[in-house]
Each structure stands twice: as C-alpha cells, then as structure tokens.
C-alpha cells in the first residue's frame, strides 16, 4: 500500500490533536516509517487511522495504540467528553460517576483521563484505589445510587487490548438506544486536545461492603472443601482470597504463576478460561492438591468457570452450560418461597435449555433473552439466577446487576461443601438432572475471521439459501431481524444458532442436542454425542 496524501493529512491531524506525549510520538514513528517507504508501515497507518472504534453495548474494545481505531488516552477523553454530554442530555449534570480500572497495559492512564474528564464536566466523581474486579464496579453503581459506572477493562481479550464498559442508573451495562446515543456524541466531541480535564475525583473503596453481601449468599453451613483457583494473571486473586475468608472457606490454593496481576499473561496463549490450555496450571494444581473443585476466573474476574474431578479421577473444566444448570437448580432450591412465591431465571437463546425445564419442574419463570447480561439483567422482576453458556454467572442480582465471577465461586464453593458432606459431587448433580429432563448437549462453532466483512456474507449466503438439514435432521429457519442479527435452525431435538461475536472477531455458532433418556444414562448420551458430531460437521461445512 502506499501512503496518500489523505492518510498523510488526518495523521497530521491526530497527533496535533492527542494530549499523550507518549502515543503523538508512537504515531509520529508510524508516519515517519509510511513517508520513508519502509514495507507495510503505510498499511498500518492506515488501519490505525481507518475510522474510531465504534462505541457500541459492550463499550469499546481494541488494540492499545495509538491513531483513532485503538485504545489511548486521546480517545478514552473523547468517548467520556461523549458519555458526559449524553448523561446531561438525560439529566443527570452533576451527579456521581464510578470509575474503576483492570490491571491491563495502558488501564491507570485511561482511567484517570475517564475521571479527570468527568470531574471538569461537573459530575462527582468517585474512583477507586487499585486494580479491581469488575463485579465490583457493578455493585458500587448500585450501592452509591451512582447515574453510571466505568469500568476501564478488556475482559478476556487478547493482552494487546483494553477497553472502555459503562454501566448506566440501573446497574447494569447499557442497551439500544444508549449506545448509538453515546456515538453520536463522541462524534461531536472536540479534539482530545480541547476537551478539559481536571483532578479531584474522591477515592472511595467498596471491596468490604461488597464482601459483606457476598457472605450472605446461601451456603450452607459446610464449610470443608478443598479449592484450586486461578486468576490467570488478572485482578480476581486477592478479591476472590477475600471473599472466601469472609464465608470461612479457608482452604482455598491459587496458582502462584497466575495470582499476581500480568499485562503480558505470559503463561497462557489466550487469556480465556475457555480457550484450550488456559486452565492447565489450574488443573495441575487441583489433582496435586486433591481439591474438590477448580475455579478458573478471567482477567477482570466477571466471568468463572468451574473444573472437577470424574469417576476416573482426571479433572476437565465444566462448559458452561454444564455450570449454569448446576448453579441456577442450586440456587432455586434455596429460594425461600415465603418471600419470593415466584422467583424468575433466566438464560440466552444460545445457552441450554435445560434450565427452563428445571425451572418447571420447580414452579418458577423462566426466560429467554438476546445475548449478552445487558438483556439478563432486565429479563423480568424477581430474578434470582441468570447464566450465559460464555461462563457468565450472576448469583447475586440483588447487589451486582451482572456476572461475576467472585460471587459465584464463593457459592459454588459452598454448593460443593454442601454435596461433599452428602457424598455427592456436582456431576452427581448433573447427571441426577440429565435423567430427570434429558440430556442436554451442547457444543459451539467458531469461525475467527481476519476481515470483518466475512461474518457479513457468511450469515447473508444462510439467510438467502437455508439449509433443509443438517446431520440429517430436518431443519427450518427463523430469522431475529431486525431485533437482532441472528439466525436459528431448529429440528426435532436440535438447535443451531448463528450469530455474530459482539465482542470478537468471530462469527459464532451454538449448538444444541436434546434427547430423552428411556434406557441407561450412558447410552442417551451416546446416542446425543453421535448427533451433536454429526450436526457440528454439518455446520462446519455450512459456514465453511
């Protein structure tokens, strides 16, 4: 590619208009190495300046470096100049914010240009005093009657990013139409340069308080079960080792690789405990110190997953699937009907269904919503659980309107107490539930792509031409535009939905095998696998 002047101009114009001395000179280096016609610099020039992250539900995500499509200070100031003229525009000048922060490259910077920001915006600003939890940050919305809440954090992405979430009046991340709100007043805002910034914002720490009501959830009163943790180098250890000491589980083991927080995450390729071998340290562990259980949290520690020991004795992670159901029939068995006679869970459309059916089975709501715990969160008065099969766990609506990790190793810890003092153990549990609704199979299709535009025509060429079959089961299409851009096949004890990532470059695809169980367990599940592999090739070939 070679450098126009087009290109050349709006990196003039960047660095001229960018606050942080350290990314003028990053880009300036890039523009100097396009000019000097070095391979390949002019083509990162122009993916650097090839438009603004778009601020969309899930807030911004993106590569920290320098230009308008990466995360820095300059469009950190920018996107908050926008969040503070979008609160005013609702009402809300002058009222609190809560700004927190992850411990990823680049997150003390943009959470202190957030706050400064805010502060000479005229809101009241109340920060906190180290890398925390995001759950955290949830539950100070709430707590502190706060109008929103940012979280600096990109989650389980790659160490090469961060990101920017918000959460708005209810304690939970925004929805449409906040978002394209949110963007059209970025767009207005001035050059980072202009936009005014001030100190002052007030310190407060809620990790107590939170941990207060993370001890109140129901437990039990067995305490003697054996836990490995990681926090697989992200913010999760101390919160987590806090959490379990105030509900007196005091035999907890993290991985020392992983406890302290890492920008780099130099032990695992993908710093997701769903990607392969992110959990092989914590498995390790776990056989090396005879737990009972494994809890795997991501970096910003909102989401958990959950590893145990089979008949045999080797140790796997749980899906998430497999989690949620264990925890949602857990916690609906603890729910004092005297004082919540119709208590609600919920799930996502690409999650098991296996949760609606044990919801029946016990006489309370259930509810299907788009993804995401934005649509969690509001799925209906009275929510007591909510799950997403990406290892997102809500446990505690009342006090965090999101997942969070914390909470729900702190309650599965006591739920694996409970089961331990019986004889039990959460597969028990699982395949008690298999026979009493039907195995529920579960498996997803990811399609990584380069060039976002793939995910584009991939659903358009299943929209126009839908499969009749698939694994040799008939299907039909049910398309969810214009309410989202989903596509669902569904046959007889089969379920695929297709979707775009919201916060990856991936198109995804879900899948769903039920079957009933009129023999033995073993062999239901058998027969559910032979399917579920033949619907997986069959979806493969489709999006291939």
């Keep these: 590619m070679t450098l126009t002047s087009t290109l050349r101009d709006a990196a003039y114009r960047w660095i001229a208009d960018d606050p942080d001395e350290s990314t003028r000179a990053e880009l300036q280096d890039v523009l100097a190495k396009a000019m000097g016609g070095e391979p390949d610099a002019a083509g990162e020039l122009a993916d650097r300046m090839a438009g603004a992250l778009e601020f969309g539900t899930a807030g911004l995500r993106g590569p920290v470096r320098a230009g308008p499509n990466g995360m820095n200070v300059a469009v950190v100031t920018r996107t908050t100049a926008g969040v503070a003229e979008w609160l005013k525009a609702h009402g809300h000048a002058g009222a609190l914010v809560v700004v927190g922060r992850d411990a990823r490259h680049g997150s003390e910077a943009f959470a202190t240009a957030a706050a400064e920001v805010l502060t000479a915006a005229g809101f009241d600003v109340k920060v906190f005093p180290k890398p925390l939890p995001t759950p955290v940050l949830a539950f100070a919305v709430g707590r502190l009657g706060a109008v929103a809440g940012i979280q600096i954090t990109a989650s389980h992405n790659p160490p090469a990013d961060n990101g920017y979430k918000l959460y708005d009046a209810t304690g939970g991340q925004i929805v449409p139409p906040s978002d394209g709100e949110i963007e059209r007043a970025i767009q207005a805002a001035p050059a980072a340069v202009s936009v005014p910034r001030a100190p002052g914002a007030e310190v407060v720490d809620l990790v107590d308080r939170y941990l207060d009501e993370v001890a109140t959830l129901p437990m039990g009163g067995e305490r003697a079960v054996r836990v490995a943790a990681t926090a697989l180098h992200g913010v999760g250890a101390d919160t987590l080792r806090a959490a379990f000491e105030r509900a007196g589980f005091t035999d907890l083991h993290l991985v020392g690789d992983q406890a302290a927080p890492d920008p780099d995450f130099p032990t695992v390729s993908f710093p997701n405990p769903e990607e392969p071998g992110a959990t092989d340290l914590l498995l390790a562990l776990a056989s090396d110190v005879d737990a009972d259980l494994a809890v795997a949290l991501d970096p910003d520690a909102d989401r958990c997953a959950l590893g145990v020991r089979d008949a045999g004795g080797e140790w796997r992670m749980l899906r998430g699937d497999e989690t949620g159901v264990l925890l949602g029939s857990y916690v609906l068995s603890t729910v004092d009907r005297t004082v919540l006679p119709d208590p609600l869970v919920a799930t996502t459309i690409v999650s098991s269904s296996m949760l609606g059916e044990i919801a029946k089975a016990e006489g309370a709501r259930y509810a299907e919503t788009l993804t995401g715990f934005k649509w969690l969160v509001r799925a209906g008065e009275g929510l007591v659980f909510a799950y997403e099969e990406a290892l997102g766990l809500c446990v ?120 009933p169980v009129t023999g033995s367990l073993a062999e239901a599940r058998d027969a559910a696998s032979a399917r579920l592999a033949a619907s997986r090739a069959a979806v493969e070939e489709l999006l291939a």
């Design 396 to 515: 505690n609506p009342g006090f965090v309107r999101d997942k969070d990790g914390i909470a729900a190793a702190t309650l599965a810890a006591g739920y694996t107490a409970r089961l331990k003092a019986e004889g039990r153990t959460p597969l028990d549990v699982l395949d008690e539930l298999a026979r009493r609704h039907g195995v529920h199979l579960t498996d997803q299709v990811s399609l990584r792509v380069t060039d976002l535009a793939v995910r584009g025509q991939l659903m358009a060429k299943v929209r126009e031409t839908p499969p009749a079959e698939l694994g040799g089961v008939a299907v039909t299409l049910e398309d969810l535009l214009p309410d989202a851009d989903v596509l669902r096949l569904t046959g007889e004890g089969l379920r695929v939905v297709i979707r775009p990532s919201g916060t990856e470059p991936k198109l995804k695809a879900y899948l769903q095998v039920v079957a």
